[in-house]
């Protein structure tokens, strides 16, 4: 939560650095602003995470209010160096036959469109945003981009969101990476 409130704290900072920054209109005209933002992509960090026994239960780890401050910070892709072909991108460890819970916090402005949150888990998943069950997936065996959630708009906070994930492996290999996606708000 901590993180989010240094977010907020620093938005009016950086939008002044941005206003003074940026040339005036007269001096050359605007380029098209992308539509499409990442506001959390592949291999990003400060994720907060714990690997746990697969019959562990941990039932507020998806809540905003759950304290994860004795797990350690991570990078994704979580899983085996090996295994099936996107195993070359994994930046923290996670043993097979285990489940592992992971927590990042996420700036979506108010407004935004299509929010998105795609990926791959090897195996199963259980997505949160919010606290709210979003999407299970069971995908098998080193299938790629078998995570992708259209969040509801009513699964948002006006500040900060949580995007919380259970990942489940039978054994073998481990792989789980996301990234959130949303259409910039419709600007006045």
């Known amino acids: 939560m901590m993180s989010c409130k ?3 704290a620093a938005l009016p900072a950086l939008l002044a650095v941005t206003v003074l920054a ?9 380029a098209p602003v992308p ?10 960090t400060g994720w907060r995470y714990l690997q746990v026994a697969s019959n562990t239960t941990t039932p507020t780890f998806q809540d905003p209010k759950f304290d994860d401050s004795e797990w350690p910070t991570g990078q994704a892709a979580f899983g085996t160096s090996t ?3 996107f195993n070359a991108s994994v930046k923290t460890s996670w043993q097979p036959n285990t489940d592992i819970l992971v927590r990042h916090w996420l700036h ?5 469109r299509d929010v998105r949150i795609q990926g ?4 199963d998943a259980q997505i949160y945003l919010n606290g709210r069950l979003l999407q299970t997936v069971r995908s098998g065996y080193c299938r790629a981009d078998n995570i992708d959630v259209r969040v509801p708009a009513d699964a948002l906070s006006c500040t900060c969101d949580l995007l919380a994930i259970r990942g ?5 290999s481990t792989f789980l990476d996301v ?9 006045p």
């Open 22 to 30: 940026t040339p005036a209109a007269a001096a050359s005209p605007a």
């Open 179 to 187: 990234r959130v996606t949303y259409t910039r708000p419709d600007r």
């Open 6 to 8: 240094l977010v907020r």
């Open 108 to 112: 979506i402005p108010a407004g935004a």
């Open 168 to 172: 489940h492996d039978y054994g073998g």
């Open 83 to 85: 295994g099936c072909a």
């Open 35 to 44: 539509a499409a933002v990442t506001v959390l992509d592949y291999n990003s």
């Open 120 to 123: 791959t888990i090897d195996n």
